[in-house]
């Protein structure tokens, strides 16, 4: 059985993850941390993450970007796992992530759901042939009005997925309004579309002359990233230090 601390418990993919867990005899939520208060669960809950005392295997993250540093440190101090789901990190917290995947094992993954990964493969492939062809990238990414992150950490995963696959020779562009000028070949377009209670919608488009290939993943419920996070914890605990991502997690499960 792994032992699992939820940090950010009570919003609301700390509440789907809890309600997942409850049905999975392979894995307990042994402590939650955040600082709302207002949710009653079976687990205890704590303010903040120097607070827990309790003992686990692993941690997984769906809270704000603020709040990951001291995570990290907490889980460096505790040598446990970390499964890191919160998007919106700035360059210094990246840049802490490595680090702290030199210490101990962090997997980051800004889309946790299988949909999204295989995804990703897929561009790799479709880019390498239609990129020299002259084809040109697009992103559109859409979420709900709660979103204070644009764009998702998915669509900059999509893109630099693509860039990798292209020898990271791509520049994203996220605004078109400042320069009159035309779209450059080396660039990959990023636009983010905010409204209503949409999930989770990435469309990749590969326009080139007069054919236009559009891949698109839609997410129906928050579910989705739930269940790849438990798989994702269940998958670390227990791992060395190192960076993982759901690559690793899809692979095992192979
Ligand atoms: N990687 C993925 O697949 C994926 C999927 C969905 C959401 N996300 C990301 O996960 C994060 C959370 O998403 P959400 O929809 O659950 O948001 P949410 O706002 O509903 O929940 C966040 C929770 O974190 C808590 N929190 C704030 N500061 C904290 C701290 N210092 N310590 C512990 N908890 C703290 C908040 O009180 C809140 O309950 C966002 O960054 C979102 O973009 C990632």
């Known amino acids: 059985m792994v032992r699992m601390i939820m940090h950010g418990c009570n919003g609301k993919m700390g509440q789907v993850i809890s309600n997942i867990c409850q049905e999975d005899s392979d894995i307990e939520i042994v402590a939650g941390i955040d600082p709302y208060a207002g949710i009653e669960n079976s687990y205890p809950v704590f303010p903040t993450i120097e607070e827990c005392n309790v003992e686990a295997d692993v941690v997984v993250d769906f809270a704000a ?3 990951v540093d001291n995570l990290l440190d907490y889980c460096i101090m505790h040598q446990l796992p970390v499964v890191l789901c919160t998007t919106g990190l700035g360059e210094a917290q990246i840049v802490k992530v490595e680090e702290t995947s030199q210490k101990v094992a962090v997997l980051k993954s800004a889309n946790m759901s299988l949909g999204v990964n295989v995804l990703m493969e897929i561009l ?4 390498k042939i239609l990129a020299p062809a002259g084809f040109d990238m697009e992103i559109v990414e859409k979420h709900h009005n709660q979103k204070v992150d644009a764009p998702s950490g998915t669509a900059l995963a999509l893109a630099d997925a693509i860039n990798e696959a292209l020898g990271n020779t791509y520049q994203y562009r996220y605004d078109r309004t400042q320069e009159r000028e035309k779209r450059r070949k080396d660039e990959i377009g990023i636009q983010s579309v905010r409204g209503g209670s949409i999930v ?6 590969f326009a080139g002359l007069d054919e236009v290939i559009e891949v698109k993943h839609t997410a129906y419920s928050k ?9 994702a914890a269940k998958f670390l605990a227990g791992k060395p230090a190192g960076k993982y991502d759901m690559k690793d997690v899809i692979v095992a499960k192979r």
Not at 200 to 205: A, D, L, T
Not at 223 to 231: D, M, P, S, T
């Open 124 to 127: 790799q492939e479709a880019a």
């Open 223 to 231: 579910g989705i990233f739930g269940k790849g996070a438990v798989e």
């Open 200 to 205: 989770g919608e990435h469309e990749v488009i």
């Open 65 to 67: 970007a603020p709040a």
